[in-house]
């Protein structure tokens, strides 16, 4: 009868632990689910193109790219895709799914996967937790884990780079045997070296660390030689074998940051924690390093509170201090630290949980400020005015669709010079124009260097490369304004494309097009040039200031109906527009521009300057009040 009885509670026990795994489950799913959901942009991930591109002449030719063939600047010069996987994946979802939006749910599905990931190692970490706090821990973790690293949640190969890293300390975390372990250890660096052999470093790293600091003290050294020999091995294990070292030594020794402007190359910087410049994520990363610090001393007598792997001094300082120097040394190093790191910050937050849990009032104080702050303000601050929109589609204000629309159609003749951020969408979109410059980077150290030379030398410096180029055609990002006193207004395309020699023939959201005044392009220059409006000026220039002429008012405004009619999209038309109805009283016509100029992009300044001042003709002082704060904010980002 006792034997019954106790057979009955083992089971009842069974039964509730299976229920409890099930609520958390689903609980980590759901939560998991709503990162995927804010992080499901528009697409605007200019690399993510060429990237199509790359995967399409894989699987076509059967050969992995090694030279670039598709600049006039660079091309024949050494380019090795050691993301050539990722490539083929990314190919393989736009073809699947009929177009670039589908990578947008791609990368729903990626973030999605990673902080499942995540929030497994937080259950597998989890020692001594007390029943509740397995729930409100994750509800603090999570989305300061999320705020911190959102801006390398691209739909790039890092990606899938982080998805391996969290996997490998999975692997480690789980009740494993060794030999499996190291198995599938090996098997995910493998793997993850052929979808991006740049950072599969970082995974080797830390498979060393793990092999040499991991559990036991007792060590088969030959054993742990065999193995460090395989992961290291992976990184050569690709197409590109050994020639992956030049890639690294390039990029350790001669990328240059200030020449390439791509700011997740940049260093730390005490000025980054500035809200303007970094939002929430590097402020929030200091303080969560400063927590993991501070915890793992407080808890370096108490090392039975951590995970099992966790409990090695070595790992914990030798792991935690490189890769916080790597974070120093480029931000993009963010998620694999924080990951790292995730295990020490949640024990430390167990801990908190048992000091204060007979103190309740004070413990929901304590947990629920930084929720309420996560949740209430950090994510909603940075979905409104930091990340890229929620929704499906081309982000049209970040890539020039428009304006390769036009190239398409009017074929202007000459090369072409363009952004750095417009490479990849032109190499898929427009391949009858090979590029200047892209987001590779790499092959176009020199070019960089000699454009950035010229552009100091002067105004007949940057002409005679220009014309060493033989480049007709340029695209670029729309210019930057300035007041000159006694002057007026004007923009920093103004010297280095005069309108002496070159015609503005477009602009579209994203970018303005220049063609040169040859006798090639007269024909499209007479057809679609602006004589009147340039992109550089404020949108309200001719309708609002004074000593504009008459006929010079008249000319901006037929300029800006031609803009209209052929882009009824362009924000800055639409602003254009909207000021000349305000100055003859046309209100309530003139806020329904503006209002969907701010529907196209809601981080312009000058619509939201333009609605402060439509605002204010209406008496709607709350409104104008708000639109004028919106307009400081976002003029603080761009600064």
Request: net charge positive; proline share 4%; aromatic share 16%.
């Amino acid at each position: 009868m006792k034997k019954t009885r106790r057979l009955t509670q083992v089971e009842s026990v069974s039964d509730n632990k299976s229920a409890y795994s099930w609520v958390n489950a689903v609980f980590m799913g759901l939560l998991a689910a709503v990162f995927g959901v804010l992080a499901h942009w528009v697409i605007f991930e200019s690399d993510l193109f060429w990237q199509v591109r790359a995967g399409r002449e894989i699987l076509q030719n059967w050969h992995v790219q090694t030279v670039d063939s598709w600049s006039h600047t660079a091309k024949g010069e050494p380019w090795y895709n050691f993301q050539w996987l990722s490539t083929v994946v990314v190919y393989l979802v736009h073809r699947l799914g009929r177009g670039y939006e589908a990578l947008g749910w791609f990368r729903s599905f990626l973030v999605f996967s990673w902080m499942l990931e995540i929030l497994g190692l937080l259950w597998l970490s989890r020692v001594r937790m007390p029943g509740l706090a397995r729930f409100t821990v994750p509800i603090i973790l999570a989305p300061w884990v999320y705020v911190m690293c959102w801006f390398r949640l691209q739909m790039r190969p890092d990606l899938f780079a982080a998805c391996f890293y969290v996997g490998l300390l999975l692997i480690w975390s789980a009740e494993l045997t060794q030999r499996r372990r190291h198995v599938l250890s090996i098997g995910l660096l493998l793997v993850w070296a052929n979808f991006h052999s740049g950072t599969v470093v970082v995974g080797i790293f830390v498979f060393f660390l793990f092999l040499l600091t991991g559990y036991g003290k007792r060590r088969d050294f030959r054993e742990i030689f065999f193995w460090a020999l395989a992961g290291g091995a992976c990184l050569f294990l690709t197409p590109q074998g050994f020639r992956i070292l030049e890639v690294l030594r390039q990029n350790v020794f001669e990328y240059n940051y200030a020449m390439t402007g791509n700011p997740d190359q940049q260093p730390f910087r005490w000025d980054l924690l500035q809200f303007h410049k970094g939002g929430w994520s590097l402020l929030l990363w200091v303080i969560y390093t400063a927590v993991a610090a501070l915890g793992y001393l407080f808890l370096w007598s108490r090392l039975e509170r951590l995970p099992a792997l966790y409990r090695s001094r070595p790992l914990v300082l030798i792991g935690g201090t490189l890769l916080t120097a790597m974070v120093v040394s480029k931000i993009r190093a963010i998620h694999y630290q924080v990951v790292f790191l995730l295990p020490v910050v949640a024990a430390a937050a167990n801990y908190a949980w048992e000091r204060l849990s007979k103190r309740r009032g004070l413990l929901a104080v304590v947990w629920a400020m930084p929720a309420f702050f996560l949740w209430g303000w950090a994510i909603p601050d940075l979905t409104r005015f930091v990340a890229k929109p929620i929704g499906s589609g081309l982000w049209v204000n970040d890539l020039p669709v428009e304006a390769v629309a036009f190239l398409k159609r009017e074929k202007p003749q000459g090369a072409l010079l363009n952004s750095y951020g417009f490479g990849g969408y032109l190499i898929a979109e427009l391949p009858e124009y090979p590029v200047s410059i892209d987001g590779r980077e790499l092959p176009f150290l020199k070019f960089r260097e000699e454009m950035e030379a010229a552009k100091a030398g002067g105004v007949d410096a940057y002409r005679g490369f220009l014309s060493k180029y033989q480049i007709n055609i340029v695209l670029e990002l729309p210019p930057g304004t300035f007041f000159q006193p006694g002057k007026g207004f004007s923009d920093t395309h103004q010297l280095l494309y005069p309108s002496e020699e070159w015609a503005q023939v477009f602009f579209d959201n994203a970018s303005v097009l220049y063609v040169r005044k040859i006798p090639r392009n007269a024909a499209l220059i007479q057809k679609w040039g602006f004589n009147f409006v340039r992109r550089g000026l404020p949108a309200n220039f001719a309708a609002s200031f004074k000593g504009v002429l008459d006929e010079v008012r008249h000319a901006f405004e037929i300029e800006f109906d031609q803009c209209l009619r052929n882009s009824p999209e362009n924000f800055y038309c639409l602003v254009g527009k909207s000021a000349f109805l305000r100055v003859r009283g046309q209100i309530r016509e003139a806020l329904e521009l503006v209002l969907h100029a701010k529907r196209i992009n809601p981080h312009s300044v000058e619509t939201w300057l333009e609605l402060e001042v439509l605002y204010k003709e209406l008496g709607s002082l709350s409104e104008a009040d708000q639109a004028k704060r919106s307009a400081n904010r976002l003029a603080n980002f761009e600064n």
